[in-house]
């Protein structure tokens, strides 16, 4: 069954950088474009970006454009998503999920939980 | 920026209908999708291409398009129901995704 099985919580201080995973599995990675989406706590979902796995192309939201990168590693059907420059504004929930047809998402990740405080 | 609006809450008894409408320009254009997310969890979608039931999704759920608004139907509304309904599309260049507001659904 297809499974998307994300890293740990993390916290940070403000200006720092977090680094989560997403593994895959179930599927052949490289098939399918992997979308990141966060939610701030009590507010809704915010898309962040995708990238296939399959040539690297990558699409970004206006919002994280420059401080946002997105990889995979194939050998391992892992996605990361790394954000610098933290601010308070970015304690969210980040997921991850699978995504059908460039543009909706089937399989989620669990979520992990960013928390920047000083 | 390209914006989806749905109604913050929508209020049903159990077994009533429940709709659940968003709204957007692009709509006509870019297709309309829908997924529940409870509390703690991910979310789940629903409905894709505006009106396709994944499999596994319970036949109550339905979904409607007319114009620049989708609707979400939810026929004989059960307790289990209530949670947080998120609508989604992409503008009209189809290279950027978004999503709505989000609309609480109460089962009172």
């Known amino acids: 069954q297809v499974q998307l099985v994300q890293s740990g919580a993390e916290v940070k201080m403000p200006g720092a950088s977090v680094k989560v995973s997403c593994k895959a599995s179930g599927y052949t990675f490289t098939t399918y474009p992997i979308t990141w989406v966060r939610q701030a706590p009590g507010q809704g979902l915010e898309w962040m970006g995708w990238i296939s796995p399959y040539n690297g192309n990558i699409k970004s939201g206006e919002r994280f454009q420059g401080r946002v990168t997105m990889t995979t590693d194939t050998s391992t059907s892992t996605a990361f998503m790394e954000m610098r420059s933290l601010t308070s504004d970015d304690t969210a929930v980040y997921y991850c999920?699978?995504?059908?047809?460039?543009?909706?998402?089937?399989?989620w990740g669990q979520g992990t939980l960013v928390t920047v405080s000083s | 920026s390209y914006e989806l609006t749905q109604p913050p809450s929508v209020s049903v008894s159990p077994g009533q209908t429940a709709r659940i409408t968003c709204s957007g320009d692009a709509l006509p254009k870019q297709y309309g999708y829908w997924y529940q997310q409870k509390p703690g969890q991910a979310p789940v979608m629903l409905i894709y291409?505006?009106?396709e039931r994944p499999s596994g999704i319970p036949e109550r759920f339905s979904g409607s398009t007319s114009g620049t608004t989708v609707t979400l139907i939810i026929s004989g509304v059960q307790a289990e129901d209530e949670a947080d309904y998120y609508c989604?599309?992409?503008?009209?260049?189809?290279?950027?995704?978004?999503f709505g507001g989000g609309t609480r659904l109460t089962v009172l």
């Open positions: 999920a699978r995504v059908l047809g460039w543009d909706h998402f089937d399989y």
């Open positions: 291409k505006y009106i």
């Open positions: 989604q599309s992409s503008d009209s260049s189809g290279a950027y995704v978004v």
